[in-house]
């Protein structure tokens, strides 16, 4: 699992063997354009362009099949149902409940499947339960059965133009400073599980951009270095290169 956490990404190589696919280029001329992508992985070779997909891609190949019947259930769940589930961690039954699209042997089997492959990708414990919570509130709701609801638990993450905005930072030309932000953050002591960075390709070219993102952690700490610095104007990175800012409340 790549990408970030309002915008993840699988590896579809990676989906395809947990899912017993052979032949994952098949599997990605299924997708539409939106639901697959190539971004740029660490592997035991080096540096590799490999395809990968979207949430909505991954429910895609999760749930693909032959059968015509199949599409109007699977076009349901994997743009409506889980990506709401997702965000929210339950999805609404609008007006009056209607019979289930599936059986409950079913639905219990496609929340299982979907479980499997959620731990196999990396998705947080935290994020599966919430899910699964509100998988099983839509398979039981037809029967008149609820399910308390989970709190979802999903970390947000900032880019340095973003937190530039949010703490008050910015250029003489009145913009969000995220040069300044990216100096202060190379000369603190960040983990890389406060670091979320996707090698994304640019539209119309074939070269790979990092798109580099923070948890709310790493905005605390720029906040307490500029603190503790007397909230300096030039900010002097690592380098000595100077950074002239003017500071703004966050509004």
């Known amino acids: 699992m790549t990408g970030t956490k309002e915008k993840p990404l699988w590896v579809l190589k ?27 992985m660490d592997t035991l070779g080096g540096k590799q362009n490999m395809t990968c997909v979207t949430e909505s891609g991954l ?10 019947e199949a599409k109007p259930f699977r076009k349901w769940v994997t743009s409506e149902v ?16 209607k019979k289930s699209a599936l059986p409950l042997a079913s639905s219990n089997h496609m929340i299982e499947m979907l479980t499997r492959s959620w ?6 414990p935290k994020n599966i339960a919430s899910m699964q919570t509100g998988l099983a509130r839509d398979a039981l709701a037809p029967y008149g059965l609820c399910v308390p609801e989970l709190p979802i638990a999903v970390e947000r993450t900032y880019d340095a133009t973003e937190m530039a ?7 003489k030309t009145k913009l969000p400073h995220a040069q300044a932000i ?12 406060e670091t979320f960075i996707t090698q994304t390709t ?50």
Not at 82 to 97: M, N, W
Not at 119 to 124: E, P, Q, R, Y
Request: hydrophobic share 35%; with cysteine; net charge positive.
């Open 14 to 40: 990676d989906v395809c063997e947990i899912l017993d696919i052979a032949n994952p280029r098949n599997a990605a001329a299924r997708l539409e354009d939106d639901e697959k992508g190539v971004c740029q």
């Open 59 to 68: 429910y895609a190949v999760i749930l693909r099949s032959d059968k015509p």
């Open 82 to 97: 889980l990506p709401s589930i997702r965000k929210t961690g339950s999805y609404g039954v609008k007006d009056k409940p």
């Open 119 to 124: 731990k196999a990708a990396g998705v947080d």
């Open 165 to 171: 905005r949010n703490i008050g930072v910015f250029s």
């Open 182 to 193: 990216t100096a202060i953050i190379k000369m603190l002591d960040i983990p890389a599980s």
């Open 202 to 251: 640019a539209h119309g070219h074939g070269k790979a951009v990092p798109d580099v993102r923070y948890s709310e952690k790493v905005s605390g700490k720029v906040l307490q270095w500029l603190e503790e610095h007397n909230w300096p104007s030039p900010i002097v990175g690592e380098t000595g290169k100077k950074y002239y800012v003017a500071y703004q409340i966050a509004a």
